[in-house]
């Protein structure tokens, strides 16, 4: 059977791993790329083109923090005169009110502010760095110039009994979307799960809570939430299908399928140094392994579901089960759910209160 | 809810229409997008904070004279609200001092 190559409908342009925050959710890999290494300015406005010539009508731009690369307004009126709707993903740091004036006046569309918590001493301690003030600020600022703003909270085990301050504070921010992301365990917050993964009944909790949310300011406000992973039934169509819909660019010029697929041993990817992106994403090795459905195994390869999700995450196959080949071990129909299981089991033999076994945070660093 | 004739829509931070140089035209707003066709175009092209619900209503009437003008006025309140839901509309409504 062939797999027909479908259209990419976004480009996520990973511009930079610098970043004055050290989350220790961040989903970033271990392995961070230094500035020396990152792609210039010239090579990203042809990516760019080359990427809605492909077919792609977003972009966004995240890292590692955007704001780290001098050339950002440069880069978002690259961005506009090619065609694509920009997106800035950004902690809010470093940034003042006359360079957002900048970014808005050279395109940008949309921007999506990170939160680690309301509450300085918490907030801080989850991103290794006093932030919490500036991102206020930013919320004012947006505000001002009339720029369209996400708040994007990721909730765990240590912040999510606060989460009614998260929403009431969105509710009033002036933010037209906030985004609830429960911990994806990738890069650093696979390093740190133990302290992060929360206690089923916190996620009971926070899912109602969000719903009601959602009811009450529908139409006001849009609220969405990014289901906790481990806890679901069922896996989450990662990227909407590997190599479907979206394709993302590391800081050196790489192509990936998925922001993790760098952890998969042996997959060889194309760099846009060398290569065109319509020619990567069509034919390159780590597009076309896990494209369609003729890699799929039992029980993927003959349930129903498998057009929706897609046999769930490769990356979090190999790092649950150690072969990116197999069903999504939070799968429940696979029984290597067994493993996530025994991870769940874990999180709940003691409540959130209670300090962790493990005591230090391994802390995101900043690379030179 | 249907919009006010003399409100005054236009497209809020964030909502935008795609490219004229792309095809198909999309009205592109965060994290989704509406595909726009003949009239849906039409309209949202005057939202533009200039034409009121009142003066696309005239226009598109016109544009669509083959059409049954109730109709056509339906249809486009029925879509403005469909925008307004999305979030993607604001309203100005003018004071009558202006208005002079
Ligand atoms: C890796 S960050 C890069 C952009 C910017 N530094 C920021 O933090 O907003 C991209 C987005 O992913 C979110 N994020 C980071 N790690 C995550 C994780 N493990 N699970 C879910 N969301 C995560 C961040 O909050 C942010 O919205
Ligand atoms: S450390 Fe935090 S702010 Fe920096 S890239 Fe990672 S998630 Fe974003
Ligand atoms: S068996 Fe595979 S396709 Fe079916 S629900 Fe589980 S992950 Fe999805």
Not at chain 1, 80 to 106: C, F, H, K, Q, W
């Amino acid at each position: 059977m062939t797999t027909t190559i479908p259209t990419p409908l976004a480009l996520i342009a990973e511009l930079t791993h610098r970043c004055p925050l050290h989350c220790v959710y961040c989903s970033n890999p271990l392995e961070l790329q230094s500035r020396g290494l990152e792609l210039s300015t010239e090579v990203w406005s042809r990516v760019l083109r080359e990427a809605a010539e492909a077919g792609a009508m977003q972009v966004d731009f995240t890292g590692g923090e955007p704001l780290a690369r001098p050339d950002l307004v440069e880069l978002v009126r690259a961005a506009r005169s090619a065609g694509l709707y920009v997106n800035m993903i950004t902690s809010g740091l470093p940034l003042d009110e006359r360079r957002l004036a900048d970014l808005v006046n050279a395109g940008l569309d949309h921007l999506q502010l990170s939160f680690q918590g309301l509450q300085e001493d918490a907030a801080s301690e989850i991103a290794g760095t006093r932030a919490l003030e500036q991102k206020l600020q930013v919320v004012r600022w947006a505000r001002a110039h009339r720029v369209a703003l996400t708040l994007n909270f990721v909730i765990h085990r240590q912040n999510l009994d606060r989460l009614e301050e998260m929403i009431a504070f969105g509710e009033e921010s002036g933010a037209g979307r906030l985004e609830f992301a429960h911990v994806q365990y990738y890069g650093w917050a696979f390093a740190n799960r133990e302290r992060l993964l929360p206690t089923r009944d916190q996620v009971e909790r926070s899912i109602l809570l969000l719903q009601q949310a959602e009811a009450r300011l529908r139409g006001k406000v849009r609220v969405e939430y990014v289901a906790p992973d481990y806890y679901a039934k069922y896996p989450k169509a990662c990227m909407g299908g590997w190599g479907h819909k979206l394709m993302l660019i590391t800081p050196t010029g790489d192509v990936l399928p998925c922001h993790a697929a760098q952890v998969i041993p042996g997959l060889r990817f194309d760099n846009v140094k060398n290569k065109p992106l319509r020619e990567i994403w069509d034919s390159s090795e780590a597009f076309q392994k896990f494209r369609g459905e003729d890699w799929m195994q039992e029980p993927c390869r003959s349930c129903d579901r498998r057009t929706q999700d897609f046999g769930g995450c490769r990356c979090q196959a190999f790092l649950l089960a150690g072969d990116p080949a197999v069903t999504d071990p939070v799968c429940t129909l696979t029984p290597r759910h067994l493993i996530v299981e025994e991870i769940i089991a874990a999180a709940n033999a003691a409540s959130p209160e209670v300090p962790a076994a493990k005591p230090d945070w391994l802390y995101r660093p900043n690379p030179a | 809810m249907n919009p006010e004739k003399h409100a005054r829509p236009r497209l809020a931070p964030g909502c935008r229409l795609s490219e004229p140089n792309r095809a198909p035209r999309m009205l592109q707003m965060p994290e989704r997008a509406l595909r726009l066709n003949g009239p849906s175009l039409e309209i949202v092209e005057r939202c533009d904070g200039r034409h009121t619900v009142q003066q696309i209503i005239s226009e598109l009437q016109k544009i669509y004279s083959k059409a049954e003008p109730e109709r056509v006025e339906k249809d486009i309140l029925g879509y403005l609200a469909l925008l307004q839901e999305q979030q993607a509309l604001e309203f100005t409504v003018e004071d009558a001092a202006e208005q002079k």
